[in-house]
């Protein structure tokens, strides 16, 4: 088992750009999870989806932010344009099912913006 | 000028001592809880969970306690070694929902 894989690792970009985060999930769990980490917030979580439907966006800070899943094996998380205050770690996790399981998260993607 | 961020409490430990690791959850609707570590660099791993029927649970040299009266719960971490090095985090998840809310961690140094 693979685990969660999210590229690139690390990207950095110049503020306005598009950036844009990818996530394969374990294969198998149905739910899907994106995380933003930073020191002034912590682990925030931004959207979710079940069997690729996006349930609850509420922790999107902004229409710049955009997610999607086109299929149980991929999602993106889309940033345009992008800001220097975006800067964080982007981490996205899988569970098998909804609630009551531990999610698998993969080893982030660390972006800055300049 | 000065950074303004979470101030992670931090546990510094003896080697071959025991931790333990307390987190204060919001929600009294919560049903059931994690334990994450984080590594430098990496992503939160899964340690170790426990339902809200339950008040203890344990692994391999890890013990959760959940004391619901209060919203606590605690990780006991036994012989704790320097590989056990990282920031831990208690999420807790609400009954009927699908969403883990994180707590702020705590930073735990294992002095050789």
């Known amino acids: 088992d693979a685990g969660v894989i999210q590229s690139p690792r690390h990207e950095v970009t110049e503020m306005g750009q598009e950036v844009t985060l990818r996530c394969k999930p374990i294969?198998?769990?149905?739910?899907l999870f994106w995380y933003r980490q930073t020191m002034m917030r912590g682990l925030e979580l931004l959207i979710y989806?079940?069997?690729?439907?996006?349930?609850?966006d509420s922790g999107m800070p902004e229409d710049r932010f955009s997610a999607k899943m086109p299929n149980a094996s991929f999602s993106t998380l889309k940033i345009q344009p992008s800001e220097p205050r975006d800067s964080a770690v982007y981490f996205c996790?899988?569970?098998?099912?909804?609630?009551?399981?531990?999610?698998?998260f993969g080893s982030g993607t660390r972006l800055t913006v300049v | 000028g000065e950074s303004v961020g979470l101030h992670l409490p931090t546990l510094s430990v003896q080697e071959g001592d025991n931790s333990i690791i307390n987190c204060a959850y919001s929600?009294?609707?919560?049903?059931?809880f994690i334990w994450y570590k984080q590594e430098s660099g990496k992503g939160p791993q899964f340690i170790i969970d426990?339902?809200?029927?339950?008040d203890k649970r344990q692994g391999q040299r890890v013990t959760v306690l959940l004391n619901k009266t209060v919203k606590h719960l605690s990780l006991q971490i036994a012989a704790t070694q320097p590989g056990d090095s990282a920031v831990y985090f208690c999420?807790?998840?609400?009954?009927?929902?699908?969403?883990?809310?994180f707590g702020a961690g705590t930073i735990l140094r294992v002095k050789s």
């Open positions: 929600n009294s609707a919560s049903d059931y």
């Open positions: 996790a899988s569970s098998p099912t909804g609630g009551h399981y531990g999610y698998t």
């Open positions: 999420a807790e998840n609400m009954a009927g929902g699908n969403k883990l809310v």
């Open positions: 294969s198998g769990h149905n739910s």
């Open positions: 426990i339902r809200s029927n339950m």
């Open positions: 989806f079940n069997n690729n439907v996006p349930i609850d």
